[in-house]
């Protein structure tokens, strides 16, 4: 069936360092590929979302582009902040109900 | 306002109880959903309901029966619970759509951490 797979983290950054995280998928067909963030205490929100090949989505200085070759979709920000420190999710929706990854824990140090 | 809201935010219970979660949404959706977190943050959906009808019932022991009493609403109650049942609990909620397949965000709730005993 159709899965996520996402880095494993934690993943510890310094202030204003560039952020990638890593998101490959399998799927049948063309799915719909989202990342969602949940900040501590709270549910999930979308960050961005693409929903074709070479999309690219963006929000608050995020980007994510919509590899169909690679099957891929990697997170990436270029200066991080500690306001950013959360965990984030890649999910896709195609024949199936929205699928996640298992998540991806950031903290970002001043 | 809060678009999707759940209650309560904490449940403490013993094992063997039956307890409800109730959520709500004000965003005119059509589609709603009940999603656990294991401890390890893993997120999976458990059922869907569109427009009052169940879409969406993944392999979830049937002592959890959702209810939609209104599109507004899809609560959730739990019988005979079972340690294995501690988790945090997300209600969400999208336009349109069945679940499966679309471009549609879906919105979360604050979730209910449930904790059995």
């Known amino acids: 069936g159709d899965s996520v797979t996402q880095m494993e983290g934690p993943v510890t950054l310094s202030e204003e360092a560039f952020l990638t995280i890593n998101c490959t998928y399998t799927a049948t067909g063309y799915p719909s590929l989202f990342w969602y963030v949940q900040y501590p205490g709270e549910g999930l929100q979308l960050l961005l979302k693409a929903t074709k090949a070479d999309d690219k989505g963006s929000n608050k200085g995020f980007e994510a582009t919509y590899r169909k070759e690679t099957t891929s979709f990697h997170l990436e920000k270029g200066s991080v902040q500690v306001s950013d420190s959360a965990v984030y999710f890649c999910a896709l929706t195609g024949n199936t109900p929205l699928v996640f990854g298992k998540g991806t824990r950031l903290s970002v140090i001043a | 306002d809060t678009a999707v809201s759940q209650t309560p935010k904490y449940l403490v219970t013993q094992m063997g109880n039956d307890k409800s979660i109730k959520c709500e949404q004000n965003l005119g959706h059509d589609t709603m959903y009940w999603y656990k977190q294991d401890s390890k943050k893993f997120l999976k959906i458990m059922f869907s309901y569109n427009n009052k009808e169940l879409i969406i019932n993944e392999t979830v022991p049937n002592r959890f029966s959702p209810k939609s009493p209104d599109k507004a609403h899809l609560n959730l109650h739990i019988n005979s619970l079972e340690l294995g049942d501690s988790a945090v609990y997300f209600c969400?909620?999208?336009?349109?759509?069945?679940?499966?397949?679309?471009?549609?965000?879906?919105?979360f709730g604050p979730g209910t951490r449930l904790t059995v005993l």
């Open positions: 969400a909620s999208s336009l349109t759509g069945t679940g499966i397949g679309g471009t549609d965000t879906q919105y």
